[in-house]
């Protein structure tokens, strides 16, 4: 039974993905559920070889991108993503049974879930000052002991933990989604299916117009950026890593010329190429029509 990790603890929307994962046959059979306190310490699980994989969320719909994630799978040993999966999120206030919204003074709450709840919070909990969780589920853990009134949490971490639903479905945003991946040892990337996302990390020089050169590899190439961002590299003021999701696989020709001609000027961390959950973005273009004509030209042919 492989042993996945995943971004703890218990209840947390992010064991709800890998259960997700579970029964859409990701995985051959059952696998052994192992919390990590954080998504970095989910994936360091996969490099001492703890776990097999670990699924951990990488993009929400309102916040955008998740930092922990992208700088744990752009500094180590290399990762790679072999799936996804999106999860439409709402949270459910979580307190001590008998507790009032009007009574909550203290609420804990996820970074991330935090803003997006914002607004909610504002109209509903005015009185209520914050209580930074590890997670969402240990937002949860957290009224337990006593840290807080009432948490912005799950359903899901509030039913294992004996706490009563002061109000559900709480989002500022409507089909707020966040995104999860699942993430193993460096491997043969899972087949081309035709809707399918490529991702890199790219390290570039620091002169004038790489980024632009680094760019322009896809775009004449026909190939689809769906997202480009930057982090910091923390070696230094003014450094940066560029994180970029692109339409297409590893085995589409024009996606594998534009990685070898990054290649030579750039370093580059192959994140990996899986089918995409929801497709976006235009496919890059097929050379089968260019590369039939090439081999007539080797062959000699006339009138082509």
Known sequence: ????????????????????????????GAVERVAAPSQGAALE?????????????????????????????????RLQIVAETELEVTFTILGHPGTGLSEVRTLAAYPVAAAQVREWVARELPQAQPYVSASNAAAADDVVAGKADAAVSTALAGARRGLAVLAAGVADHEQAITRFVLVTRPCVAPPATGADRTSIVL????????????????????IDLTRIESRPTRTGMGTYRFYLDCVGHIDDTAVAEALKALHRTARIRFLGSWPATSATGTPPPSDEAAAEWLTQLRKGVADL
């Open 1 to 28: 039974m492989p042993r996945i990790a995943y971004f703890g603890p218990s209840g947390t929307f992010t064991e709800m993905a890998l259960a997700d994962l579970e029964s859409s046959g990701a995985f051959e």
């Open 45 to 77: 699980l996969i490099r001492s070889g703890d776990v097999t994989g670990a699924v951990v969320p990488i993009e929400s719909s309102v916040e955008g991108s998740i930092s922990a994630t992208l700088d744990s799978l752009a500094i180590g040993s």
């Open 203 to 222: 390290e570039l020089t620091n002169e004038p117009g790489s980024l632009m050169r680094a760019f322009a590899e896809f775009a004449t190439r026909g």
